[in-house]
């Protein structure tokens, strides 16, 4: 194992120590709304407001497309699933509610979920294209106490619609953002299900 790779599975492990279930998240989450607060900046409330609506909206209508979910009950290892995430994300209120439904589903995979801007050190372990992107999705064998591979911030066929629109036009809009928003709303998580049902085989 190389120097890197220890160094990020002492991370984790730390940063696994004071970790939140999901649902310890959710009441976190809806806390933080009804406060009109956040951990970064007192004008991105709304947007705490606006994803603690959409992930309890979320919790009750996803479904785990048959197919998928069946894959997922078939795995048969021991892994934690580690997210970085924070409230005002809007990602991350579309993915979070996915990733705890797969994650149910199956007594090898322990979810997790820790706050981006109170560890810092495990963020910068897992930058996105050297940038602080969230959510992201760390999966660790508990077994071998290795990193498996890691996920986000969004599902590969969004991400692929996210990077051709920075290449033609330098940068996100905020028309681009309603239509990504769109984007979710229709895809109702499947793209995200068949991402996390991958990283189990």
Known sequence: ??????K???????????????????????AIAQKNTTSENDN????????????????????VPTELAE????????????VITESWC????????M??????????????????DKHEDLMNAFLTN???SIPKLIAFNNDTQEIIADWGPRPLS???LVAEFKEQNGALTPQFKQDLQMWYNKNKGVSIAVDLVQLLN
């Open 130 to 132: 050297g940038n602080k």
């Open 44 to 63: 991105l409330a709304q947007y705490n407001i606006l994803n603690d609506r959409r992930m309890h909206r979320l919790d009750k209508t996803l479904k």
């Open 8 to 30: 990020k599975e002492c991370i984790v492990e730390k940063s696994l120590e004071n970790a939140m279930t999901y649902s310890e998240y959710r009441t976190l989450a809806k």
């Open 1 to 6: 194992m190389s120097d890197i790779a220890n």
């Open 158 to 160: 969004a991400a692929k």
């Open 99 to 116: 990733i705890n439904k797969i994650a149910e589903l199956n007594t090898g995979v322990d979810l997790k979920i820790v706050e981006r």
């Open 71 to 82: 894959k997922a009950k078939s795995f048969s290892g021991n892994h934690t699933w580690l």
């Open 90 to 97: 809007g990602d991350a209120a579309h993915a979070l509610p």
